[in-house]
Protein backbone atom coordinates (compact mmCIF):
# COMPACT_ATOMS: atom_id res chain seq x y z
CA UNK A 1 0.00 0.00 0.00
CA UNK A 2 1.46 3.53 -0.55
CA UNK A 3 1.42 6.41 1.61
CA UNK A 4 -0.08 10.13 1.37
CA UNK A 5 3.58 11.50 0.31
CA UNK A 6 4.29 8.57 -2.45
CA UNK A 7 1.11 9.57 -3.75
CA UNK A 8 1.29 13.07 -3.51
CA UNK A 9 4.70 12.92 -5.38
CA UNK A 10 2.85 11.87 -8.73
CA UNK A 11 0.85 14.58 -8.70
CA UNK A 12 1.50 17.88 -10.74
CA UNK A 13 1.19 20.93 -8.50
CA UNK A 14 0.00 18.87 -5.17
CA UNK A 15 -1.57 21.12 -3.15
CA UNK A 16 -3.49 19.61 0.13
CA UNK A 17 -5.34 23.20 0.41
CA UNK A 18 -6.66 22.77 -3.16
CA UNK A 19 -7.03 19.57 -3.98
CA UNK A 20 -9.97 18.88 -6.49
CA UNK A 21 -12.88 16.41 -5.62
CA UNK A 22 -11.67 13.53 -8.06
CA UNK A 23 -7.94 13.57 -6.87
CA UNK A 24 -9.36 13.55 -3.21
CA UNK A 25 -11.36 10.47 -4.13
CA UNK A 26 -8.56 9.04 -5.36
CA UNK A 27 -5.82 9.40 -2.96
CA UNK A 28 -8.49 8.11 -0.32
CA UNK A 29 -8.98 4.82 -2.78
CA UNK A 30 -5.46 4.29 -3.03
CA UNK A 31 -4.55 4.88 1.00
CA UNK A 32 -7.52 3.09 2.29
CA UNK A 33 -7.29 -0.66 1.74
CA UNK A 34 -10.48 -2.86 0.31
CA UNK A 35 -12.75 -4.81 1.93
CA UNK A 36 -11.37 -8.69 0.78
CA UNK A 37 -14.06 -10.58 2.94
CA UNK A 38 -17.29 -10.71 4.68
CA UNK A 39 -17.72 -12.50 7.85
CA UNK A 40 -20.48 -11.75 10.97
CA UNK A 41 -19.02 -11.61 14.44
CA UNK A 42 -20.30 -10.32 18.21
CA UNK A 43 -20.44 -6.47 18.58
CA UNK A 44 -17.65 -6.53 21.05
CA UNK A 45 -15.15 -7.90 18.57
CA UNK A 46 -15.89 -5.59 16.17
CA UNK A 47 -13.33 -2.58 17.43
CA UNK A 48 -11.27 -1.44 14.51
CA UNK A 49 -13.12 -3.24 11.68
CA UNK A 50 -15.11 -1.85 9.12
CA UNK A 51 -18.84 -2.74 8.53
CA UNK A 52 -19.72 -4.38 5.11
CA UNK A 53 -22.96 -2.98 4.77
CA UNK A 54 -25.21 0.10 7.10
CA UNK A 55 -26.75 -1.15 10.98
CA UNK A 56 -30.05 1.05 10.61
CA UNK A 57 -31.64 0.67 14.00
CA UNK A 58 -35.46 0.04 14.04
CA UNK A 59 -36.92 2.95 15.90
CA UNK A 60 -35.16 5.90 16.91
CA UNK A 61 -32.57 6.16 19.97
CA UNK A 62 -33.25 8.51 21.47
CA UNK A 63 -36.89 9.06 20.78
CA UNK A 64 -36.95 12.66 20.31
CA UNK A 65 -34.54 15.83 19.45
CA UNK A 66 -31.28 15.83 22.24
CA UNK A 67 -27.73 16.91 22.47
CA UNK A 68 -25.10 16.01 24.28
CA UNK A 69 -24.84 18.76 26.69
CA UNK A 70 -25.95 22.13 27.63
CA UNK A 71 -24.57 24.94 26.99
CA UNK A 72 -25.08 29.15 26.37
CA UNK A 73 -25.95 30.96 23.02
CA UNK A 74 -23.68 33.90 22.51
CA UNK A 75 -22.83 36.28 19.97
CA UNK A 76 -19.91 35.80 18.79
CA UNK A 77 -19.04 39.90 18.73
CA UNK A 78 -19.17 39.67 22.04
CA UNK A 79 -16.28 37.54 22.72
CA UNK A 80 -13.20 39.39 24.38
CA UNK A 81 -9.83 38.78 21.79
CA UNK A 82 -7.91 38.32 25.06
CA UNK A 83 -9.37 37.62 28.85
CA UNK A 84 -12.65 37.08 30.15
CA UNK A 85 -15.56 37.97 28.49
CA UNK A 86 -18.51 39.14 30.76
CA UNK A 87 -22.33 38.75 29.44
CA UNK A 88 -25.97 39.52 31.05
CA UNK A 89 -27.60 36.26 30.95
CA UNK A 90 -31.29 37.14 29.99
CA UNK A 91 -33.02 33.68 29.64
CA UNK A 92 -32.81 30.17 28.89
CA UNK A 93 -34.06 28.25 26.16
CA UNK A 94 -35.01 24.39 26.91
CA UNK A 95 -34.67 21.21 24.34
CA UNK A 96 -38.07 21.43 21.85
CA UNK A 97 -38.65 25.11 23.01
CA UNK A 98 -36.20 27.81 21.38
CA UNK A 99 -35.65 31.10 23.02
CA UNK A 100 -38.58 33.47 21.74
CA UNK A 101 -36.43 37.20 22.74
CA UNK A 102 -33.84 39.04 20.89
CA UNK A 103 -30.51 38.77 22.18
CA UNK A 104 -28.45 41.80 22.56
CA UNK A 105 -25.19 43.09 22.58
CA UNK A 106 -23.92 41.86 25.83
CA UNK A 107 -26.26 39.40 25.90
CA UNK A 108 -26.31 35.10 26.28
CA UNK A 109 -28.57 32.82 27.02
CA UNK A 110 -28.31 29.17 28.57
CA UNK A 111 -29.02 26.46 26.69
CA UNK A 112 -30.67 23.38 28.79
CA UNK A 113 -31.04 19.98 26.86
Not at 23 to 32: E, H, P, T, W, Y
Not at 38 to 43: F, I, K, N, Q, T
Request: charged share 20%.
Amino acid sequence: MQTLEQIASCVAGYDPNALPVAQAQDFIARLVPRVQAVESLALRSALGRVLAEDIVSPFDVPAHDNTAMDGWAVRHADLATEGETVLRQIGEAFAGHPYAGAVGAGDCVRCKF
